[in-house]
């Protein structure tokens, strides 16, 4: 599979609300940095609904959350 590289551009309010989460990180933080995280977040969310849902299985759990950051897949753990 070949991936393609996107692009997403934001309205000043959506980059409004990016510089506030950068604000609020206290490492320096990219753009880039913050719609991974987003993403990751709302991956791990995605993983939990469907596994409780009984959409995944176990295995498939499991395998996707090695796609996770470390702080990410102790959320899948409660």
Not at 11 to 34: F, G, V
Not at 53 to 63: C, E, K, T, V
């Amino acid at each position: 599979m070949t991936l393609k590289p996107i692009s997403i551009t934001f309205d000043q309010t959506y980059s409004n609300k990016i510089r506030m989460i950068q604000e609020a990180i206290s490492d320096p933080t990219t753009h880039r940095m913050i719609v991974e995280g987003l993403v990751d977040t709302g991956y791990a969310n995605a993983l939990k609904t469907l596994h409780q849902n009984g959409r995944i299985s176990d295995a498939a759990l499991q395998q996707s959350i090695q796609k996770l950051p470390e702080h990410l897949r102790a959320f899948l753990d409660s």
